[in-house]
């Protein structure tokens, strides 16, 4: 397979990618949301909010629109983007931080990844030394792989938007930081998460995909920065695909039979939405032939690796306290509802 | 380069691709739509709502979420997909006329495209023979090129979102079937649009590129089904892309100085939201030089074209009953606000 020597994207320096791209952003939206270029952060336009726990999360950039697309009313108070694929420093997360602290503290929703983790770990240390009451919540729904290249234990994927979306609203609600914090861990509990690629993504840095996958073949379990997963096998038809997916799922979720649940079946960037609709067909399905009822659902690339091929399917596990904070307003540039 | 000989799609079998994802739509989407197997259209919930102007708009599938996406509140109450990148029939196009008529009449929205104009035009006769009034309006904004493969005359893309969405305030406001199929010709008119790819789409029953696109190569003026732009160029940076963009339809749409506009940033389906981003950010300073204002914007995936690497920008000339209405909230899969 031929090696690309020129990305085919829409490029100035491939240095700026990011900081173009979050100008951008904040060219669109300037109604929700202003980029800090010195900091290197997406806030709020009306943070602090005094009283209202503040929520912060951040990781490398490539997987838009999560985080910067979900800083709004309802949801995230500031997001910390690094380049992409690459953790954003200490710096910045306490610059969000500080940004964002209305007086009742702020929650840190934390992908597992080893620099995330350790890096929002300092961030909180140096918040708390001027005050700030900051928790810190860890996500780890990927079912795929136990350890990965970038995390001791599991890697944490599509359950952080949901979690986002719903301590968003437990916030704007008037919860307290435990109970927000709460609520993140919640929703990280009751999900699971995995992940299938058909194509590897291209860095801009690099140009060059970052791993092989021969034609015809599927990556079972993979990352969302191209990390393998848990085998490569001939890419069966899509009902075969969903079947692994709602089978890893399921079965590590234990849900108990006719369970409401949330299914959110995500893009990785260059998936069509023909097919992702035609994905939730399948899930829709088999889901309820495994006893669970889907009674909530979200289809979109909302955690993406640039433009890898590819889907993933996380499946939350509702009550009725976490289906209200679902269904509450949310006004940000990449979901919005009820506002 | 290497043909790909298996297609890297989630399929069962390709000649149910378009089935199976308007079901999953449905599925996803019960609240807001219904999909008619039998007649292979999406239906609004709760057509024919009696007294207000139906909107019907469709055209190949491919394009996603254009248009069963944009079917629910205040948008369109019916859609008539075809096979990928195929005219759907007028059998479907009257069956779609049939179920939203609220005895107000209905409101056809034609991409410029010559299989979709001839066939909605019987479907409009036959629906008239069935009492049924229906006013046609034909979308042509590509600024690109005056003929091309599949068109007499330019071919319809970007300003078919804003129509529908516009047109279909409108209705939800009560406006009669003149005014509203005036509203999607004065959006037309003003409105323009010019799109570039920088890579091929593969059609799921082919499974093949529809055309070869060497590396490091731009594609300026491409349509919606990989027909042929104006010209291939070396691919320059995003700030030069954009410059060929904002030149091509600004020109063309000889906007006054100062005028008000909405600037849509759409991605053809494989360009990761990062970009698009940063193609946001360079469009919304190269209008401003250019004299007029981008006081609404969408950026986003929202007439595609599969898989491929690309963007189109299209300029929307506003005033102020147009962002009123765009402004009016919207209920579907793909758009939403305000409620």
């Known amino acids: 397979m031929a090696i690309q020597t020129k990305p085919r994207k829409f490029l100035n320096d491939p240095a700026d990618v990011v900081k173009e791209s979050l100008a951008g952003l904040a060219a669109a939206h300037g109604d929700l949301l202003r980029y800090d270029r010195a900091a290197q952060i997406i806030v709020c336009k009306d943070a602090p909010r005094a009283g209202k726990v503040a929520l912060v999360s951040g990781g490398g950039s490539g997987h838009e629109p999560l985080h910067g697309g979900f800083v709004g009313r309802g949801m995230l108070d500031a997001a910390c983007p690094g380049e992409v694929f690459t953790s954003p420093v200490p710096d910045q997360m306490l610059a969000a931080t500080k940004a964002v602290d209305g007086g009742a503290g702020v929650v840190h929703i934390v992908k597992n990844y080893t620099g995330d983790v350790l890096n929002f770990k300092m961030a909180a240390e140096d918040a708390a030394d001027d005050g700030i009451r900051v928790a810190s919540v860890v996500i780890d729904d990927d079912v795929a792989v136990q350890d990965s290249l970038y995390t001791a234990g599991r890697r944490g994927v599509g359950a952080t938007v949901l ?15 435990d109970k927000v914090a709460d609520t993140v861990k919640r929703v990280n509990e009751r999900a699971r998460s995995f992940g299938v690629a058909l194509s590897s993504c291209v860095p801009p840095a690099s140009g060059k995909p970052i791993f092989e996958l021969p034609e015809g073949e599927i990556e079972l379990g993979i990352g969302i920065h191209g990390e393998p997963g848990r085998r490569r096998a001939a890419l069966g038809s899509a009902s075969e695909v969903v079947d692994v997916m709602v089978e890893a799922v399921i ?53 993406t690796s640039l433009e890898m091929a590819g889907a993933s399917l996380t499946v939350l596990q509702l009550d009725d306290e976490l289906t209200e904070l679902w269904d509450a307003p949310v006004h940000t540039p990449a979901l919005r509802w009820g506002v």
Do not use: H, W
């Open 163 to 177: 979690a986002e979306k719903i301590a968003g609203a437990a916030a704007e609600k008037g919860a307290s930081l």
């Open 251 to 303: 079965s590590d979720l234990k849900a108990r039979a006719g369970s409401q649940v949330l299914a959110f079946v995500n893009g990785m960037g260059g998936t069509p939405q023909l097919e992702l609709y035609l994905l939730y067909g399948e899930v829709d399905r088999k889901l309820r032939a495994a006893g669970v009822v889907p009674v909530r659902n979200l289809v979109g690339s909302y955690i």
